[in-house]
């Protein structure tokens, strides 16, 4: 059964590096979402994203976030600046029809 | 945005056990989903179910659409439901999730 993967499945980084976190959704999949999720605490909306455009984004996706599709196939998620307080894991999901998202296994990401 | 809030926060059960996790929220949405979020991180779908009922295996989930809540039932509980379980709802392409029911069946 195909699956949502991610990459890479840890990073570490300091304050103020660039990251870029990797999804993969499922190939007949349309639209495509990027959550975090604090140690401990509940999942949080990031970005929706449809075809090649962000659909909606929450208050926490400001400009040191950006998303983009580079080659029809990868799903990425880049901050630019990151800050200590963007430690989480961060979660990709897709769906075809805009009913059951798929989430892929996570990226943790540790800012130092 | 939509407040979400699941009840019980906390549940310890008996392996055997059924039970009944509660989600609740604040206006009208276009979809709600189940989610199961193991011990190792991962978030697998239960149900997508924006009104009505639907049943798979041992979980079973209604949403009464109207009265703005959703229920999700766990029979025969196994040790391998653990974890946490979060409702989440969207409007338009935008997704709130509750706080989590955290389960702990033991055997």
């Known amino acids: 059964e195909p699956e949502v993967t991610q990459t890479p499945s840890h990073q570490v980084t300091q304050m103020g590096q660039e990251v870029i976190l990797r999804c993969v959704p499922i190939?007949?999949?349309?639209?495509f979402y990027w959550y975090r999720q604090i140690l401990g605490q509940k999942v949080e909306f990031l970005v929706s994203?449809?075809?090649?455009?962000?659909?909606?984004k929450s208050e926490i996706f400001d400009d040191q976030f950006s998303v983009e599709r580079p080659d029809g196939s990868n799903f990425t998620l880049k901050i630019r600046s990151t800050k200590l307080e963007d430690s989480a894991m961060y979660f990709c999901?897709?769906?075809?029809?805009?009913?059951?998202?798929?989430f892929g296994p996570g990226t943790r990401l540790l800012v130092l | 945005g939509i407040q979400v809030e699941q009840s019980p926060p906390d549940l310890i059960l008996q392996e055997g056990a059924n039970s009944t996790l509660r989600c609740n929220f604040s206006?009208?949405?276009?979809?709600l989903q189940w989610f199961h979020q193991n011990p190792w991180g991962q978030l697998i779908n239960l149900f997508y179910i924006p009104s009505g009922t639907k049943q798979n295996g041992r979980l079973s989930a209604t949403t009464v659409a109207t009265e703005r809540y959703s229920l999700l039932y766990i029979s025969s509980s196994q040790t391998t439901d653990s974890g946490v379980y979060f409702c989440a709802l969207g409007t338009g392409n935008q997704f709130y999730f509750g706080t989590g029911t955290s389960l702990t069946v033991i055997p």
């Open positions: 994203f449809y075809n090649n455009e962000i659909s909606e």
């Open positions: 190939s007949n999949h349309l639209y």
């Open positions: 206006d009208s949405v276009n979809n």
């Open positions: 999901a897709a769906t075809a029809d805009q009913e059951t998202q798929y």
